[in-house]
C-alpha cells in the first residue's frame, strides 16, 4: 500500500447515521424504564445504531485480533521484563493459557493472534505469521521504522480486519503484545497531541521511580532524535510507533471503513486509536475505548479526544483483555435496544 | 423473626478467610501477567476466595432477588412516576421485558422476583409472593413500618436468599422495584451515615429542580418526624425505610452468614446493605457493589464505607440491573484465577 492509497481508504469512511440515531434514541426512550436510566448501555446503543445503520445491530460474532512485536529501544532497559517474553507470550496465547484467551472464551470471543514483528522465529499453528521485520529499531538512535514499513504494518491491520470481517465479525476488538511498549506509545501520544514525555510515560509492567525517570528521559530523547521526521500522523508512527501499534492503526480504519465498531483495548491501542484519528477525525466515532488504563498517561488521552472509557478497572495488562470485557457491556446495551419491551407493550404507564 | 434472633444471626457472621486469599494472591502474582496488572479482576477474585474459603470459586449458578414494594411518601408527590407502575413492572418482569430480565439473561442470571408489600393484589405465574402489607405508611407522617413488620421484611429477604443457596446459587444479585424509594433510601443514607438530607437527596425517575426542593423537604421532615425512633439500624430501617430494602438487607446478612458473595445494585440496594452493615460491619466484605449510580448521594455512601463500585455506567434504574452486569465482571475475575496459565506452565520468563 502506498501513501496516496492510505489516503483515498481514509477519506472513503462516513460519518455516522444520523437518522438510525434519532430513531434509536425514540425507541430507547419508549422502554419500559426512565429515560436514560441505563445511561452509558444507551448511549452506546445509539451509537451500535448509527455506526451499522440499523436498529438491530446485532453482535453474533466477536473477534479479538491481538497484533505481537518486538521493539528495538527494550535494549534500553526501559521494562521489567526480558524481550524474550514477547515471543513465549505468543506461544501462551495460542496455548490458551494468556489473559486475553481466558476473557475472550468468558465473552465468547475468537482471538486471532498475529506475528506482525516478534524478533524470533515462531512458527505455530493458528498463529497469523505476518512479519514485517524482527522487531522495530530503537527510537532513542532513529526512527522505528521506515515509512514503507509503518504501510506493511498498516496494511497488515487492515487485511487482519477485512478477514475477520469477512468471517462474520460483527465487532473487532483490538489488542496487543510486545516487551517495552508503553514506551513508543507514551513517545506516540506526547508527539500528537503535544504533551510532556513527563505527563504521558507510565510505569509499564511496574517499574520502578529509577527506572521510570529513565523511561522519561528515553521518550524524550526519541522525540529529539526523530524531531525533523515528526510530521504527518503516518510519518510519526513510523518514526516512534510499533509495528504492532502500526497494524492497530490499520486494524481500526480498516473496521470504521467497513462500518464496524471496534473497542479498544489500552494505552497502546489507544496510541494505534489516535494515530488512525490523526488520519481521519471521523474514526473516532467507530471506537469504543474499553476501559481506563492503571498506565499514566492514559487519562490526559481521553482528556484529549473528550471521551470516557467504558470500565474502570485498573487493567494494565493489554493483549485485548480490556476489549474482551468491554464487548460484553456493549453487546448488553444492543440488548437493551432490543429485547426490552416498551411502554404499550408492557402496558406501563409512562 | 424476633429482633433477638436477628441480633443472634448478625453475629454468626464470619470474617473472611485469610488463608484462602494469601493463597489465591500467591497464584495471581504466578501468573503469567505482570502482578496486579489485572486490577480489580484480581482484588475481586481474592476476595471470593475468602468469602468461599477456596481457591476455586467457580461460578456455576447466579441468582438476582427483586423486591418489589410501595411506599406511603408517594402520595408526596416526590416522583414523575405514578405509584401504579410498581405493579404493573412486576407484570412486567413476569413477562421477562424488563430491563433486569434483559441482563439477567445476558449474563445467565436467574431473575427472581417477590412482592412483598405492592400495594395492589399481585397473582402470577412465578412471582413469590411475600406481602408483608400493602406498601409502607407516609414517612412524612410518622413510621414507615412498625419493628416487627420490618422483622418479617428482613425475615422474607432471609428466606429468599435461603432458598437461592439452597437451589444452588453461588453469587447472588440484589434487586428493587417500587416507585418514590429513592426517597426512603436517601433518608436512610442521611440518617444512618449523619448526611444533610439535601446532600443524599437526588432526582431518581427524572424529576426537576423544584419537585427536587420538595423531595429534600421531604426527607427533611421524615428524618424530623421520626427523630426518636432512630436508634438502632433495625428501627431505623422500621422508620423511614421500604420493604424491599428491608428484604434486601435481610437477603444480604443471609448470604454473608452463608458465605455467599452478594451483587449490590445501586442507590436502593445499597440503603438495605448499609442497614445490614450497620448490624455487623463484616458483611461490608460479602458485598460487591455493582455499579456508581448516578444517583447524586451514592458517592457519598462509597466515600463512608471506603469503597468503590465495579461500574462506572452512570445507571439509576435499579431493578437489579447494575448487579447483574457485575456478576459477569466477578465471574471474569474468577476464571482469570482459575484458568489462566502459570509461568512455569507456559515456559514464560518472570
Known amino acids: 500500500m502506498t501513501e496516496k492509497q492510505l489516503k ?14 434519532t430513531m434509536a434514541r425514540e425507541r430507547l426512550d419508549n422502554l419500559t424504564k426512565p ?3 441505563l445511561g452509558r448501555l ?3 446503543a445509539r451509537r451500535l445504531c448509527g455506526i451499522r445503520k440499523s436498529l438491530s445491530p446485532a453482535i453474533k460474532k466477536k473477534i479479538i485480533l491481538t497484533f505481537a512485536a518486538d521493539h528495538g529501544v527494550a535494549a534500553e532497559g526501559v521494562s521489567t521484563v526480558p524481550r524474550e ?9 495460542m496455548a490458551g493459557g494468556a489473559g486475553v484467551n481466558v476473557l475472550g472464551r468468558h465473552v465468547g470471543a475468537e482471538v486471532r493472534v498475529i506475528d506482525v514483528g516478534v524478533a524470533a522465529e515462531l512458527e505455530l499453528e493458528g498463529l497469523y505469521s505476518r512479519k514485517i521485520k524482527a522487531g522495530t529499531d530503537n527510537i532513542m538512535t532513529g526512527p522505528a521504522m521506515s515509512r514503507d514499513e509503518a504501510l506493511s504494518a498498516i496494511s497488515v491491520g487492515m487485511e487482519m480486519a477485512a478477514e475477520a470481517i469477512s468471517d462474520g465479525a460483527d465487532i473487532l476488538g483490538t489488542g496487543d503484545m510486545g516487551i517495552a511498549n ?4 507514551a513517545a506516540l501520544f506526547s508527539a500528537l497531541l503535544g504533551l510532556d514525555p513527563a505527563e504521558v510515560t507510565g510505569r509499564g509492567t511496574g ?3 529509577k527506572t521510570l525517570e529513565h523511561k522519561i528521559a528515553v521518550v524524550a530523547n526519541a522525540l529529539k532524535v526523530n524531531k525533523t521526521r515528526l510530521t504527518s500522523a503516518l510519518d510519526v508512527l513510523a518514526a516512534l510507533g510499533g509495528l504492532e501499534i502500526a497494524a492497530i492503526c ?10 464496524i465498531p471496534v473497542v479498544v483495548d489500552g494505552f497502546i491501542s489507544s496510541a494505534g486509536a489516535l494515530a488512525a484519528m490523526k488520519m481521519n477525525p471521523l474514526i473516532l466515532d467507530y471506537c469504543f475505548f474499553s476501559h481506563m488504563s492503571a498506565e499514566q498517561g492514559h487519562k490526559l488521552f481521553f482528556a484529549a479526544i473528550d471521551r470516557q472509557p467504558l470500565l474502570h478497572l485498573d487493567l494494565r495488562l493489554g493483549e485485548g483483555t480490556g476489549a474482551a470485557l468491554a464487548m460484553n457491556i456493549i453487546e448488553a446495551g444492543v440488548k437493551i435496544l432490543t429485547e426490552m419491551a416498551t411502554f404499550s407493550e408492557a402496558g406501563v404507564s409512562c
Chains 1, 2 share one sequence.
Open 8 to 21: 483515498k481508504i481514509c477519506a472513503a469512511i462516513k460519518p455516522l447515521d444520523k437518522k438510525a440515531m
Open 35 to 37: 429515560p436514560g436510566s
Open 85 to 93: 517474553v514477547t515471543r513465549q507470550m505468543v506461544v501462551n496465547f
Open 250 to 259: 490499520g486494524m481500526i480504519i480498516e473496521a470504521a471503513r467497513q462500518r
Open 207 to 209: 517499574i520502578d521511580d
Open 182 to 185: 508503553t514506551t513508543p506509545s
Open 42 to 44: 444507551e448511549e452506546t
